[in-house]
C-alpha cells in the first residue's frame, strides 16, 4: 500500500487537503469512450473517500463545445490559456489530430504545464500532441498500432512502443480504448494509494489491471494467430521487408517451403496470393505514412517498396478508390485500411 502522499506530495488523506486540479483537454473527434475511463475513475475515488479528491475541468481549445468521433457533443467549462495552472493534464484526441500539432498556443500551453510539474497525459492521438511540444522527448510513449509507423516517422526523440500504456517521470500515456481504464488504475496505485485504486477496479468489474508492457495485438488478437508455422514466417519476412520486397521465391526458399506449397498457404490461409498480400501489406504501411505523416507520395511509395510511382498511384487507387495525393489526412471519412488482411481459414488440412 502506497503512503497517499499523490502528486505533488499532497496526502489525500488528510481532512481539508486542497484536491488534485485535473485538466481533461478534449481534442476534435476524440473518443467518448477515452473520456469516460479517464472521469469515472475519479468521480469513483471521490465517491468512496466521501469527499473531493479530485476536481476536474473539461477544456477545449476554444471553450466551445466539442463532437466526439461518434457525434455526441460534450460541453467544455473553459478553453485554454497560459495563465492556467493543473496538477494533471489529460489530451484526449482520435481522428485528425496532424490539423492541431502545429497549434502554438496548445503546445505552448502543453509546455507550461510541464514547466510548473504537472503530470502530462496523452490518450490514443493525444500522445501525439504531448510529442509535438516536445514534452515527451527521451520518454516511452505507448502509441496504438494504426498509428504506431506515422508516429515513428514524426517524432524519432520518443520511443514509440506498441504496448497498452507507459508511467513514466510524470508522464502517462495509453494506446487509447480500454487501455484508457488500465492507465488510470495503474496511476492512481501508483501515484495516489494502490487499495483505493483496486477498489475502484473493483466497482468498476475490472478483474485485473493489465501490465503496461503488454503487446497491443497479442495472442488471440492477432491475425497470425491462425497461421501455420511456416506461413507465420513467411508473413514475418514480408513484414521485416517492406522498403526492399523479397521474391516470393526467396521467402518461400527461406521458410523451407517450395514456392507452389507457398502459394497454397496463402490461398488456404488468407484467400490471396503471396504476392497479393504483400502488396496489401506495403498499401497498409502507404496508407499509414500518408494520412499520418508529411512524407511526399513519392518518399512514401519508396518507403513502400514501390519503385515506380506510377505503380504506386495506380494499385493506391485501386485498394482505396482514390489516389495517394487525396489521402493525406486521418479523418472519420477518408479511406479505411481494414484488418486483418486474409479470412478464417477453410476446415482443410494444409501441411507445411
Avoid at 484536491?19 to 465517491?47: C, D, K, Q, T, Y
Avoid at 484467400?271 to 498480400?277: E, I
Avoid at 498499401?283 to 508529411?294: D, E, F, I
Wanted: hydrophobic share 40%; charged share 20%.
Amino acid at each position: 500500500m502506497s503512503n497517499g502522499s499523490g502528486v505533488g506530495g499532497v496526502d489525500w488523506r488528510q481532512q481539508g487537503a486542497d484536491p488534485l486540479r485535473i485538466a481533461v483537454l478534449m481534442l476534435p473527434s476524440f473518443s467518448n469512450l477515452g473520456l469516460a475511463a479517464i472521469l469515472e475513475p475519479l468521480a469513483i475515488a471521490n465517491w468512496l473517500a466521501q469527499r473531493s479528491l479530485f476536481e476536474w475541468t473539461l477544456l477545449s481549445l476554444d471553450g466551445q463545445p466539442v463532437q466526439a468521433s461518434n457525434g455526441v457533443s460534450s460541453m467544455a467549462q473553459a478553453a485554454i490559456q497560459t495563465e492556467q495552472g493543473f496538477d494533471v493534464c489529460f489530451v484526449i484526441a482520435s481522428f485528425d489530430v496532424h490539423k492541431h500539432s502545429q497549434n502554438h498556443l496548445l503546445k505552448s500551453w502543453l509546455r507550461k504545464q510541464a514547466l510548473f510539474g504537472a503530470v502530462l497525459a496523452g490518450v490514443e492521438t493525444g500522445t501525439e500532441l504531448l510529442a509535438a511540444a516536445g514534452v515527451l522527448d527521451g520518454y516511452e510513449a505507448a502509441v496504438h498500432w494504426d498509428n504506431l509507423q506515422g508516429f515513428q516517422e514524426s517524432y524519432p526523440r520518443v520511443q514509440a512502443k506498441p504496448q497498452l500504456y507507459t508511467l513514466q517521470r510524470q508522464r502517462l500515456t495509453c494506446a487509447g480504448a480500454t487501455t484508457t481504464l488500465d492507465m488510470m488504475l495503474g496511476w492512481l496505485g501508483q501515484s495516489i494509494d494502490s487499495d483505493l485504486a483496486r477498489e475502484i477496479g473493483m466497482h468498476l468489474l475490472v478483474g485485473r489491471v493489465r501490465e503496461p508492457a503488454q503487446n497491443q495485438l497479442d495472442g488471440d488478437q492477432s491475425n497470425t494467430r491462425l497461421y501455420s508455422g511456416k506461413m507465420r514466417r513467411a508473413v514475418m519476412l514480408m513484414e521485416q521487408a517492406l522498403e526492399e520486397p523479397l521474391d516470393c521465391e526467396a521467402i518461400a526458399s527461406r521458410v523451407g517451403l517450395s514456392q507452389r506449397q507457398l502459394e497454397r498457404q496463402f490461398k488456404h490461409y488468407t484467400g490471396l496470393s503471396p504476392l497479393k498480400y504483400y502488396i496489401a501489406l506495403r498499401l497498409a504501411k502507404a496508407h499509414s505514412l500518408l494520412q499520418q505523416t508529411k512524407l511526399s507520395v513519392a518518399q512514401v511509395a519508396a518507403s513502400s517498396g514501390f519503385g515506380s510511382l506510377e505503380h504506386f498511384s495506380r494499385a493506391y487507387r485501386a485498394r482505396f478508390g482514390c489516389p495517394p495525393s487525396e489521402d493525406r489526412s486521418q479523418t472519420w471519412t477518408a479511406p479505411v485500411m481494414r484488418q486483418p488482411l486474409g479470412r478464417e481459414p477453410r476446415q482443410t488440412t494444409v501441411k507445411d
